[in-house]
């Protein structure tokens, strides 16, 4: 079954801060893995964009990383401001076998609280 | 750019009632639109897929005469919650699928809150 497992469910830091969050998958085979940040009632927002054959992506103070052998992803935030506090949500699409398809599969997301 | 509005941002109904929210893909045409449902602390469940011009292709457990959705034209979808109930409150996002290189990268609205009285 394709999931996509985040960790850790919340976390809480202090301004100014790094923090890594990660991203456990089990889509086989894989087109491309995503990260989104989403403010509280908002919709989501991309952050990059990875696929199978890259193993970073760089995007201002977020830096992703993939590993597709182990299927692991990560995403860091460098220097963490108060606007960083949202939900940070993995998504991977599946190599669809069907044209049309490109469903996301979404993780279970990661609440960031950063504090002041 | 890739911008996907909806309407309204907010909405309180009163049981019984139909509530109509539209997405809309601002600067890009959209053959296929999603629709998502969001309770607190969750992540977003997929409702339908919304093809233009065709009928939507709804996801197991969905009840399709519930949540009415037409896609009439490459900009618009809409989706209707019929007969609302309290537990149909929730936050209600769409997607607009739009293809960039060699991605085919959903574009999401801010989403709408419908709160069922």
């Known amino acids: 079954k394709n999931q996509v497992e985040q960790s850790p469910q919340s976390l809480i830091i202090l301004e100014g801060k790094n923090c890594t969050l990660q991203c456990n998958y089990t889509v086989s085979p894989f087109s491309n893995l995503r990260w989104y940040k989403q403010d509280t009632g908002r919709g989501p927002v991309s952050l990059t964009i990875?696929?199978?054959?890259?193993n970073t992506k760089s995007n201002g103070r977020y830096t992703a990383t993939l590993d597709a052998d182990t299927k692991q992803s990560s995403l860091h935030i460098t220097a963490s401001q108060l606007s960083d506090s949202a939900s940070y949500i993995c998504v991977v699409t599946p190599r669809s076998t069907t044209s049309g398809t490109y469903k996301y599969i979404f993780g279970t997301g990661t609440r960031l609280k950063v504090l002041a | 750019g890739a911008v996907v509005s909806q309407h309204p941002s907010w909405v309180i109904c009163k049981s019984g009632t139909s509530v109509k929210i539209e997405c809309r893909s601002l600067d890009f045409q959209a053959t296929t639109m999603f629709w998502y449902r969001q309770f607190p602390k969750q992540s977003l469940m997929l409702m339908a897929t919304?093809?233009?011009?065709?009928?939507?292709?709804?996801e197991q457990g969905v009840e399709k005469d519930k949540f009415l959705i037409n896609h009439a034209s490459l900009t618009l979808s809409t989706l209707t919650v019929t007969s609302a109930h309290p537990e149909d409150s929730s936050f209600y996002i769409c997607s607009a699928r739009k293809t960039s290189g060699h991605y085919n990268e959903q574009f999401f609205g801010p989403g709408t809150r419908l709160t069922v009285l």
């Open positions: 919304s093809n233009e011009g065709s009928k939507a292709t709804y």
């Open positions: 990875m696929t199978f054959s890259e």
